[in-house]
């Protein structure tokens, strides 16, 4: 069984940071992507950043520049550090993990609110 638990969320004014972490634990086969998507109330959950086993990384538009993910092999965690934060970046973020035998796993979710 595979479990994700996910820390770092919390409430936060404009324009200050924050870090998400993300580990995985359990029986898992190499892990091949890594990344955190988010979902604000009545939208889609939609792609933050991701980072696959060859450190390529993918970011949403309306994130880079602000926000950068990174992740630790050895210890299967991801991580999210997010700064510039804006209230549009309120949402529950979710860490999602793919391995090569193509199973995705997701976390729990941690909330994120930005507000003065």
């Known amino acids: 069984q595979v479990r994700l638990v996910e820390s770092g969320g919390g409430l936060v004014q404009p324009g200050g940071s924050l870090r998400l972490s993300c580990a995985a634990s359990g029986s898992i086969d190499s892990v091949f992507t890594m990344g955190w998507y988010r979902q604000a109330p009545g939208k889609q959950r939609e792609l933050v950043a991701s980072?696959?086993?060859?450190?390529?990384?993918n970011y949403a538009d309306s994130v880079k520049g602000r926000f950068t993910i990174s992740r630790d092999n050895a210890k299967a965690t991801v991580f999210l550090q997010m700064n510039s934060l804006e209230p549009e970046d309120t949402a529950i973020y979710y860490c999602?993990?793919?391995?090569?035998?193509?199973?995705?796993?997701w976390g729990q979710g941690t909330q994120v609110t930005v507000s003065s």
């Open positions: 980072m696959n086993s060859g450190n390529f990384t």
């Open positions: 999602r993990i793919l391995v090569l035998s193509g199973a995705i796993y």
